[in-house]
């Protein structure tokens, strides 16, 4: 039996990148509930370090950690808390985002297991620019373009 994957981006340390696998655990109605998302981009909001998810992914409020859940081992393998989403938002027509407010993030972004890549700016895309995500379950997946409402 494999022992627990030791490599970005199911674990890492900090300061936490774009890439990085969040994992939480949840109760409801007496039943225990194990949920995981991708972090998104790092990005700078009112001077802080902030780290972008999806927002379909837990309400306001909802806390972070940096890790997975291993389905064969039926355990929880973390690091530490990735943050607190302090912002989310989704359906009905909004855009699928959340903002999370965490300790230590880096503004990079893992490409592989060994690889990541600085973030070095931002720009606007034009109408009909093709949109491509790179999520820690989906991997790299392109389709669909931009354009305006």
């Known amino acids: 039996m494999a022992g627990p994957v030791t490599s970005p981006p199911l674990i890492d340390s900090t300061p936490y990148y774009g890439g990085d696998r969040l994992v939480r655990t949840y109760s409801s109605g007496g039943t225990t509930y194990v949920q995981q998302c991708t972090a998104g ?3 700078t909001s009112g001077g802080t370090l902030k780290m972008s998810t999806a927002g ?3 309400p306001t ?3 972070w950690l940096q890790g997975y859940f291993d389905a064969a081992a039926q355990q929880v393998y973390y690091t530490g808390t990735m943050g607190n989403t302090i912002a989310s938002q989704y ?13 230590s993030y880096a503004p990079s ?3 592989s297991a060994t690889s990541s890549l600085p973030v070095v700016g931002q720009a606007a895309v034009g109408n009909g620019t093709q949109i491509c995500s790179d999520g820690s379950f ?5 389709g669909g373009t931009s354009g305006s409402r």
């Open 41 to 43: 981009g790092v990005y």
């Open 56 to 58: 379909h992914c837990g």
């Open 61 to 63: 409020g909802t806390v």
């Open 91 to 103: 359906g009905g027509g909004a855009i699928d985002a959340a903002m999370l407010s965490g300790n």
């Open 109 to 111: 972004i893992w490409t």
């Open 138 to 142: 989906t991997g790299f997946v392109c």
